[in-house]
């Protein structure tokens, strides 16, 4: 399955990123900004013409994606759980 398949609201579980050439620029770069295998991923939204760009949060950061780049990004097979939500108590032991 790949990400531009996804509609909002899926989450999912990047398992790669194609590669289209060798040294591909890319793929690199989606790589180095965090799309790598075992990360959660959502789709957030969709833009308004043919659902270009897509909008999609990988850990706690959001990217605009266009349907080409997001076709590139392969997910396994099991869809991953929403993450958990921290309520102020969880948060509590994280204050320095």
């Known amino acids: 399955?790949?990400?531009c398949d996804?509609?909002?609201?899926?989450h999912a579980v990047?398992?790669?990123?194609?590669?289209t050439q060798a040294l591909?620029?890319?793929?690199?770069?989606?790589?180095?900004?965090?799309?790598?295998?075992?990360?959660?991923?959502?789709?957030?939204?969709?833009?308004p013409v043919h659902g270009d760009?897509?909008?999609?949060?990988?850990?706690?950061?959001?990217f605009a994606l266009r349907r080409a780049e997001a076709a590139r990004v392969m997910l396994s097979n099991g869809l991953?759980?929403?993450p958990p939500v921290m309520n102020g108590?969880?948060?509590a032991a994280c204050s320095l």
């Open 1 to 3: 399955m790949r990400l």
């Open 80 to 82: 991953a759980a929403p």
């Open 14 to 19: 990047i398992d790669g990123i194609e590669d």
């Open 53 to 62: 760009p897509m909008a999609v949060r990988v850990g706690h950061t959001r």
């Open 6 to 10: 996804l509609t909002p609201g899926t």
């Open 24 to 47: 591909d620029p890319v793929a690199e770069r989606l790589r180095a900004l965090g799309f790598v295998r075992g990360e959660d991923i959502q789709v957030i939204a969709l833009g």
């Open 89 to 91: 108590a969880e948060g």
